[in-house]
């Protein structure tokens, strides 16, 4: 227990110099308004495939009425398997027709997406293009400040540097909704907002 | 047993025979009753076998199509497309298959419905789809997530469980037939068994029983059978109470055997009878002889009484009277001897009828007992010869008779011609008293004339008037006394025409009879050489005693004749006698 502690800790501390490094290092952060409604069209496009829905729902189903205590124990058995050979949890979402789907529109997208996960109805992952920190999101503005309030709720957070790649990333987090129009989860796009500024740019 | 006793012999088989019919039918109704449950049980058990075996198929065909769509899903490689549409041809037909058999049982096809509701389900909602997606790659996450959705799962969890249930019901329908096909095999055994136990006892019993009611009594019967034809006659019949073929062979056994005794009997009696037979006539002989002799000492006494007491016509009557007391003696006797014997001929015709009426009656009871018959026959030839020697003896007598008659006759008609010559005597002595008395009254006068001298004459002359007067009287009584006695003889002349009547009636009956004897004779004969010759003629023998009966009937209405004309000429030389006593007495009176 002290040890996986131990190594948390190490991890945060790892990731704070950076994230103070690239506000610090970072010239100018292009505008978040680059996500525009164009953008949210297009992303709502490849949303509208059924894959989407079917597995939220069909995990909303599977983990439904589960309680706060095993939703934690989901996410620290997550967060264990990071670290782990065997990872009957983390291969599986990563693994599931929504992961390949997600993987396929991130590849699609030409350096567009840095990374997109899509969560149910408790803020856990249904499906993602790479591997999160965390299993559960129910505790961060992403989905707190979405799936809670209601269909339509585009949440863009501040953008921020990444610097391993140089560039300039913005989580843009909505709700997602079924055919009759009830939401059902919701998804987290991070978007390169260099690349997109990029793209503006030249068009 | 009793009743069984009563029961004929062909029933008693028949019976025995029913009784084993019937266990062996209802061992054959228990036993088919068996092996079609059985069959039942094997049909059932055949049908759940197969449905069994179907649904196995069914289900070995739907996982590897299945498997072959996970593959399909998981690679995309056609193969397992190809694979999947291939076996959904075999699963189909395979549903077909299971709906078809199911359909004898109601929770089976409500097991299979609620199936195909969901195989249905799983085809058209998921598999086909999956497949649809999985042919475009931009679907191909659709058509995976729709696996790992757990619909698909769902689905075939509740096809499992409905399988599932199938197999239990088909497992309990095999188990069931099981123990229903070996409880109709224990059913089966026990009441082969149990039938066999019954058959072999029915057998034993009914044998037991026939032996008892058939066997037995005729072993016995056999023996009373061969000790009366032994002779022993007081052996004792037992049986003739039942009603059976038995009861009725020892009735036939006790007819034998009371004929036998009967037999016995007759011969004992009619040897009795011919002995006391014998005896009487001796008696009635003697009692006679003694009558006679005593009659006679009377009439010597009083004929030598009547000498005494008329003198004076006692030649003439006596030599009337001797031959009228000997003529009537020997009518007398002849009617006697007539009366004894058509008695004895009575008699005899009786006894003869009695036994040939015994005779009939032994052969009609039993043909066999021809000794009976033929010792009847015996006693009845000499019966016939006795009525023989009797007839002829009747026959002499009336021809002696006959005679006697005759010369009766001829003795009144000398009395009615000596009546006749003392008529003329009286008529003699009439005129001499007439002359007498002319005599006597010229006397008279003569005395009258001579006055006192011829006083005494005179008295003489009245006297001999007197007699004169007497012996015209006494003359014309005489008279009269004679034309009675010629009265009488002419009576008696025509009593003794009738007597001769009577006699020669009596001859023409003693022909006739001998002719019937003839006749019985030549029967009597005939049935003597029947009754030796055949035995099987018992038939001929009854209607040949029938006639017997009817000759010795002929007998004894000729005996009965014979005996009405003795009484007849009894009487009537009764009615002689007493005319001719009268007749005598008033001469003696004379």
Redesign the interface.
Known sequence: MSRKFVFILAAILSLTPFAAISVSASETAPSKDLVDAGAIKELKQWLA???VS??I??QN??YGSVSQKTIDDLDTQWVAERKDQDQPLIAAILS???S??LT?IQAASGGLYAEIFIMDANGLNVGQSSITSDFWQGDEAKFQKTFSKGLDTVFVDEPEFNEDTKTWRVQVSMTIANDKQQPIGAITVEYNLTELNRRKASA | MKFLNNLKIAKKLALSFAVLVIVTAAMAIVAFSSISEIEKADENGRTASELQTTYLNFQKSFLEQRQALLYFLLTGDRTGLAKFEELNGTTDQLHTELSELSSGNETFAKLVTNFTQFYQQWKDNYANVQVGLMRNYLTVNQARAIEVSGEPEAVIARMGAIVQELGTGIDEILSQSLAQKSSAISKFSVSIITALVAMVAASFVCGFSLTRAIAAPIGRMTSRMSDLAEGKLDTEIDGAERRDEIGEMARAVLVFKENAIEQIRLEAEAKRTAEEQEKREQAERDREAKREADERAREQAENAAREERAEKISDLIQTFEARVQEVMKTVNLATNELRVTATSMTDTANTSQDLSKAVAMASEEASANVQTVAAAAEELTSSINEISRQVQQANDVSEQAVNEAASSTQSVTRLAETAKKISDVINMINDIAGQTNLLALNATIEAARAGEAGKGFAVVASEVKSLATQTARATEEIGSQINDMQTATDDAVTAIGNIDGVINTIRESTVSISSAIEEQSAATNEISRNVQEASNGTTEVSSKIGEVSVKTGETGAAASQVLSASTRLEELSGNLRQDIETFLKEVRAA
């Open positions: 495939n059924p894959v079917l597995s729902t069909s189903r599977k599931s027709p929504l390949n789907y396929q």
